[in-house]
């Protein structure tokens, strides 16, 4: 969740530097820092632990000015958060790198580092990009050819801005699995990890590709990769680039993030996975140690975040081998609880202010747990800082009470814990491979899935007067059918439930009749023909069914959704998004207040 924001003008570009990093204060970090070259090209570097505004306050008493400038907000991965450790690195007093991401070839290329003369004041990743680059410009005598040597020697993910003392009209940045963006100015220009940083000097933006590099002077832009359409013809005006707290045309904020969650879900992937496999640093300093100790995993949440973690348990187990209990916060805390030796602690809030999530993880703190981690959507709230690790969760502000990015995000984090940690188990590097590249298939799938907004929309008339309704799954859709139940009550006041398919003859199958809608998750996997069967069970009791899965394996009496394939274990992701529509558009029909459901907080910050 680092911050980038660079600069180069004809003006003292130090407050532009502050004011950036402040407008990514969201994005959570626990030291910030800039560098500039004064007028002597004297490279001038200040750095603080905490908050932007310790920054601030010791440019205030040691004023530097310059007319070019890189600052950063540091999320710690490799080495802990001291202010050595924080950004920016440099390199002999002539270079200064800003960098977000991963570098995972970082020791072999520090310790060829060491070996030609160069010495290390940090413990970070980052670093070894600082004195790589200056001993490659050095070779090359070039700023663009010594930059772009030095990231084909990066593995990892990145997205990277320097500059050089003997190039001071320049900034070189490049990214790769991690976003940038260019802010067009008249006479300056500027770089920056998100365009909320630089909103005040600019409202044009170039988001920079996949692998590109792009050369900054104030006069000038030169992009170089694969994309080969002219500077003028790729910027974006701001108003064209929608804020993520604004409904835009939606008439509801949760349409606009239902629809938000394909760009959430890449958010949430960029600079944790690479086309093969996760990048544990990720998970913060230390994760890898926790994770080779890890025996089991207990995971506690409430809500939408509780059947996230249902869908993880069947993750662990069937994938990375490791015993998993999911448990509701108001039930654990008030429960003498049986630790394993080994257990990793998880909890999952989309706030991390949620009263029954911190109290467990305050009391667990008592207990014989190995770790505890935190997946959450806010880097500032309590049960961030209370953890030991944290995976955010980059849904963006999710104002709509009822989850539906943050809940879908979660289960993208998730699923990369698992891989994570499996792979201390025995995951071997090829089925690493594929869960990954299943993970990059997934905001894509979203996007064909919220295609069926219009079938789902005609579908939702049949709850218009209705009062009850169920959701049926197997294995990791049992949870699907969970959350479907709980975002038709939240929103539409109607009485759902979700129930395991299998239990229908055990009790659910006596409320079966015309006037109950059945709402079935049915993907193409080992267990759809047992779903069938019990389906049929429904139509037999004229029950009202409603199938969300592959026409081709439904006889044509049935109302059917058809829905993208997809890889097996990314499926519950995907099986969420008709579920969040088919709410949506009930809850239209029946006039309730969709954004805020009465008697609902969007964050129980009480018992």
Request: glycine letters at 8%; charged letters at 20%; a negative charge.
């Amino acid at each position: 969740m680092c911050g980038i924001v660079g600069a180069v003008t004809h003006r003292n570009v130090s407050g532009i530097l502050l004011e950036g990093l402040q407008r990514l204060e969201y994005r959570g970090y626990d030291s910030a820092g800039m560098a500039v070259f004064d007028k002597d090209l004297a490279l001038k570097r200040i750095r603080r632990m905490g908050k932007v505004a310790s920054l601030k306050e010791a440019n205030l008493e040691t004023p530097i000015a310059g007319d070019i400038g890189i600052a950063h907000t540091r999320w710690a991965t490799h080495g802990k958060p001291t202010e050595l450790n924080a950004h920016p690195h440099t390199s002999n007093e002539q270079v200064a790198i800003v960098h977000n991401g991963i570098i995972e070839n970082h020791e072999q290329i520090r310790a060829d580092l060491i070996t030609a003369g160069y010495v290390f004041e940090s413990e970070t990743d980052t670093e070894v990009i600082a004195h790589l680059l200056h001993e490659q410009v050095n070779k090359a005598s070039s700023f663009r050819k010594g930059f772009q040597q030095t990231i084909e020697k990066l593995i990892g993910a990145y997205a990277v801005a320097a500059i050089h003392q003997g190039y001071p009209d320049t900034i070189m940045a490049a990214r790769l699995g991690s976003p940038l963006v260019v802010g067009l100015g008249i006479g300056e220009n500027f770089v920056a990890s998100d365009p909320q940083a630089l909103r005040p000097v600019t409202d044009r933006f170039i988001f920079l590709e996949e692998g590109e590099t792009v050369e900054l002077s104030a006069e000038k832009i030169n992009l170089m990769g694969k994309n080969n359409d002219s500077v003028e013809s790729r910027s974006l005006l701001l108003d064209h680039v929608q804020d993520s707290s604004d409904k835009g045309n939606y008439r509801h904020y949760m349409m606009k993030e239902i629809h938000d969650q394909p760009e959430a879900i890449r958010a949430t992937l960029e600079g944790r996975i690479t086309n093969s496999h996760i990048l544990e640093d990720a998970f913060g300093v230390g994760a890898s140690e926790i994770f080779e100790k890890t025996k089991a995993v207990h995971i506690v949440a409430c809500g939408s975040s509780y059947y996230t973690g249902l869908i993880a348990k069947y993750w662990f187990e069937e994938i990375a081998g490791v015993p998993c209990h999911v448990e509701i916060a108001s039930e654990y805390r008030y429960r003498q609880v049986a630790i394993i030796e080994g257990t990793l602690l998880v909890t999952i809030s989309q706030s991390g202010e949620t009263a029954d999530t911190l109290a467990a993880l305050r009391g667990a703190k008592k207990g014989n747990y190995l770790a505890n981690l935190c997946l959450c959507n806010v880097p500032s709230s309590s049960l961030v800082r209370e953890s030991d690790l944290s995976l955010l969760i980059k849904a963006g502000p999710e104002i709509c009470v009822a989850s539906t990015k943050a809940f879908t995000t979660q289960l993208a984090d998730l699923l990369m814990l698992v891989i994570a940690i499996g792979k201390h188990k025995g995951l071997s590097a090829e089925h690493e491979k594929d869960l990954v590249q299943a993970l990059w298939t997934v905001p894509e799938l979203i996007a064909t899935a919220l295609e069926q907004d219009s079938a789902i929309e005609k579908l939702a008339e049949q709850f218009a007067d209705k009062h009850h309704a169920l959701f049926l799954g197997r294995g990791t859709h049992f949870p699907v059918a969970m959350e479907g139940a709980l975002k038709l009550k939240e929103i539409s006041y109607i009485h759902a439930e979700g129930y395991p398919a299998g239990e229908l003859k055990h009790g659910p199958l006596a409320l079966v009749d015309d006037n109950m809608p059945v709402v079935a998750v049915a993907p193409s996997d080992d267990l759809l023909d047992k779903l069938k069967s019990n389906l049929q069970e429904v139509s037999a009791r004229g029950g009202q069914l409603i199938i969300f899965g592959d026409e081709k394996r439904f006889s044509n009496e049935h109302d059917i959704v058809s829905m993208p394939s997809c890889h097996p274990v990314i499926s519950p992701i995907i099986y969420t998004i008709p579920m969040q529509l088919l709410s949506y558009h009930v809850a239209l029909l029946k006039g309730t207040d969709v954004d805020q459901p009465r008697n609902l907080a969007k964050s129980v910050t009480v018992e």
